[in-house]
């Protein structure tokens, strides 16, 4: 991954003028496609994802740009849900490259500046943008899209967006541009007035997808999620996601309910045809592997382990129930665990071999904090973890989350990278 711009900064610094000044000397490839655009705190990816789904099987060569990845850089960066070859991204990163050193872009502006070129290269005729960090500021936030989507707010990278959800909804608003229509799933008051003084403020028409209201009939499985949705013109749709929860629904809904704002909009079997054919890897994902079921889940914020909590509570998995889990060290880990340990029967804490050395968490230290009637038990290396918990299991369910990064080390150890040809578990599990 760093090759592809060595010695870019991994750091967020805010502005725009840098990606603005890149993209102006590439004579602005972004304008060469439409775009949509979708922020919020959980589930940005998730809806990104189901637009890109959607939109190419209405027979559009349709572009997904996503951050962070779980095992390959080319995650971030597919065209019609196929990741853009290792080769074709290598060759566009080098002739990039003098201008992203030039203006001494961050790595996130130069990936985003390559994403927006490859997409202009391949003919892309959609583009599906996800924000990076915030909104006002991110690097993604100089496209012109023609719907914007805010999936909800949460507390989360309080050190860059704010201390309150109003501060955080401010941020995250400022991807909302004149005239453009903008939906969202949140339904907070306090939240929505700031949306909503934002959309105003910019002449954008404003829509939410109220979970409440316009989402019947929910029935949640191992196989995902079905549905009901009521559209925009009183109708409704049968929807089943692959994605399992009723979070996902909403996400799917808010989905739908943005391209419902396109013109011209993809029809219903378009739709149906997306929402069930989508793929967003580790997003409770359900594997079975011999004797025993494995559950990943990036969760990394108090809203994403409370969605993964009432997932796995109305799947009710084989016991026992074993946490794997690695969290970074600036989480809100004091919030993030305990209603994972608690339901779990044992637990193994670990450090992803991917994640940041500036980040890293102590387990051990967490571990003396937050355990209370389930045993907890560290392994700092990954492998090991994954033996050990896989160990404890037996045959019950092993839940892997806390991180991209956790969840992206313990997918390649097992030989299950998304998007790779599936080669069954490479991991030597206990008998």
């Known amino acids: 991954m760093d090759a592809l711009f060595p010695g870019a900064p991994a750091v967020v610094d805010w502005g725009l003028e840098r990606m ?11 304008h060469r496609y439409r775009c949509l655009h979708v922020g919020g705190t959980n589930g940005k990816g998730s809806v990104a994802s189901t637009w890109s789904s ?11 740009y996503t951050s962070p990845h779980l095992c390959s850089f080319r995650e971030r960066i597919m065209i019609d849900g196929r990741p853009v070859a290792a080769s074709l991204l290598t060759a566009a990163a080098t002739r990039l490259r003098p201008l992203a050193h030039r203006l001494r872009m961050s790595f996130f502006e130069a990936t985003t500046l390559l994403a927006l070129h490859v997409f202009a290269e391949e003919g892309v005729e959609c583009a599906c943008i996800e924000v990076g960090l915030g909104g006002r500021l991110d690097a993604t936030n ?15 990278h ?19 541009k004149p005239g453009v229509p903008c939906v969202t799933a949140e339904g907070r008051p306090a939240v929505l007035a700031v949306l909503e003084a934002r959309a105003a403020a910019a002449g954008a028409p404003f829509h939410r997808v109220d979970p409440w209201h316009d989402i019947s009939r929910l029935r949640l499985g191992p ?3 079905r549905f009901r949705f009521r559209t925009a013109s009183d109708g409704s749709l049968e929807l089943e996601t692959p994605l399992p929860g ?22 219903a079997t378009a739709m149906r045809e997306g929402v069930a054919a989508v793929r967003w890897p580790g997003r409770g994902q359900i594997r079975r ?32 129930l074993v946490l794997l889990t690695g969290i970074l060290g600036d989480k809100d880990w004091s919030r993030m665990l305990p209603p994972l340990v608690d339901l779990a029967d044992r637990a193994v804490f670990t450090n992803p071999a991917s994640a940041p050395a500036g980040r890293s968490w102590n387990p051990a230290e967490v571990a003396a904090r937050v355990a209370r009637g389930t045993p907890v038990e560290v392994v700092a290396d990954v492998r090991a973890a994954l033996g050990r918990a896989t160990e404890l299991c037996r045959a019950g369910t092993v839940v892997v989350t806390g991180s991209c990064h956790t969840v992206g080390d313990v997918l390649l150890l097992m030989g299950l990278s998304p998007f790779s040809p ?5 991991f030597n599990l206990p008998h």
């Open 20 to 30: 603005e000044a890149a993209l102006e000397e590439l004579a602005n490839p972004q």
């Open 54 to 64: 959607i939109l190419t099987r209405h027979g559009h060569r349709t572009g997904l």
């Open 142 to 156: 100089v496209i012109t899209p023609e719907v914007t989507a805010i999936t909800n707010v949460a507390l989360d």
């Open 158 to 176: 309080q050190e860059y967006l704010g201390d309150t959800l109003e501060e955080i909804a401010r941020e995250k608003a400022g991807i909302i």
């Open 223 to 225: 196989r995902g999620t």
């Open 246 to 267: 009723a979070h996902q629904a909403v996400n799917a809904a808010l989905a739908v309910r943005a391209l419902e704002l396109l013109r011209p909009t993809p029809p």
């Open 289 to 320: 592997v011999g004797e025993r079921l494995f559950v990943f889940d990036v969760a990394h914020n108090t809203a994403g382990v409370e969605a993964l909590v009432r997932v796995l509570a109305d799947l009710a998995p084989p016991r026992p």
């Open 422 to 426: 599936d080669r069954g578990c490479q």
